[in-house]
């Protein structure tokens, strides 16, 4: 008591990913972020779409906050000297999380779990709806079926996750009929 509000650590490679994604829902009161990581992961938290840093990490941060820092941190100052570079990258949170985050989180990874697949085949490799199903979300938002989850905006994961929660058959987000 006091909830906490900030979150501040310099945060290893392997746990930085896992760390700053839980803390989004995991620590409802944090508001704001302030965390050292490996340059290439600080890259990937706001990464936008169509590039190779852009991911799920990407979507779920993104959605949940906006930026407001970025510092490149050089190799030379510490000791003894890495063989990476570092950032240090400052964001707060743009709000209350989207509704059915949970599933929204489900459906972002599976999404991008196999990552050379199209969305249906990636969805339906990852247990979350059949093609069909796919097919007809991703029609629902707009888009063509031999979209890729690197292809879409933040924003329009929150549309297929709801488009893959209305699709016939399908009994919750995440379990295929």
Known sequence: DPAPRKLVANLPYNVATPIVVESLDGLPTVDS??????????DRFFAVPGTKAYGAVSVLIQLAAERTGFHPVSREVFRPRPNVESALVAFRRSGPLPPRYR????????AFAHRRKTLPNSLELSRLASREQAVGALAAIGRRPDTRAEALEPPEFLALAAALQAAPGLARAGAPA
């Open 103 to 110: 599933e929204l989180k489900r459906v972002v990874e599976g």
């Open 33 to 42: 972020w302030c965390v050292m990581v490996q340059r290439e992961v600080a």
